[in-house]
């Protein structure tokens, strides 16, 4: 089944321990992107990915790192988590840049206290 | 500065009620246009999308939506709702060429009485 997987689906951390939440799809797509969800502000991209080993930052990056060494996973990394962290995140995929369809992945509701 | 705007935040319709959802954009060169859905307590799916050609686009469960390139606008439309349309709506935006950015709207929430 084509899919775009997260992990963890809920954390709850404190400030200042690093955290990695996980993505992965198994469509051998091209593009993969980072998404906040936040109450009034919708979606806003955090990172993307055009292909491996390339990178770009989306409007909202302070405080995250990304890494795609194989296509198919794109990692989120928290350095140092603060609590305007707390947030819904998406990773999303899609074949290419362009008008195509994004799959978005289940989500992973952080919460850093 | 790129942006989407939707200027309906909340909505509230009754079953077999019409309805329009505002989307504007502000996004320089040619862009591709795309309308998400996200189900209570699920991820976004895709709608519709606009890239090119006839700017009247169907998409599934009976949505449509109306390019107007001389207002910036994306509208969606459903003729007559259903319960089962309870969602919040999100209106997204990237560009056809250079940048690989995509931008969403803040979303609308629609409740649909039954």
């Known amino acids: 089944e084509a899919q775009v997987t997260q992990n963890p689906r809920y954390l709850i951390t404190v400030t200042g321990k690093k955290l990695t939440v996980t993505c992965s799809q198994n469509m051998n797509h091209e593009y993969m992107s980072w998404y906040r969800q936040d109450p009034g502000l919708g979606l806003r991209q955090i990172y993307y990915?055009?292909?491996?080993?390339?990178?770009d930052k989306g409007d909202v990056p302070e405080g995250y790192k990304v890494s795609r060494k194989e296509k198919r996973n794109f990692p989120l990394i928290l350095e140092s988590p603060s609590p305007n962290q707390t947030s819904l995140y998406f990773c999303a995929s899609n074949v290419r840049q362009g008008a195509y369809e994004q799959y978005f992945g289940p989500g992973t509701r952080l919460t850093v206290t | 500065a790129q942006s989407v705007s939707q200027h309906n935040h909340h909505v509230i319709l009754s079953e077999a009620a019409s309805l329009e959802l505002g989307c504007n954009y502000s996004?320089?060169?040619?862009?591709?246009l795309f309308w998400y859905v996200q189900y209570p307590g699920q991820h976004l799916q895709l709608l519709l999308k606009y890239f090119s050609g006839d700017p009247l686009v169907k998409g599934i469960k009976g949505f449509e939506a109306e390019f107007i390139k001389s207002k910036f606008s994306f509208n969606l439309r459903k003729p007559s709702v259903q319960w089962s349309d309870t969602a919040e709506y999100f209106c997204?935006?990237?560009?056809?060429?250079?940048?690989?950015?995509?931008?969403f709207g803040t979303g609308t929430r629609l409740k649909v009485l039954a």
């Open positions: 997204a935006v990237n560009a056809a060429s250079g940048t690989y950015k995509y931008i």
């Open positions: 990915s055009m292909n491996v080993e390339v990178t």
């Open positions: 996004y320089g060169g040619t862009v591709n």
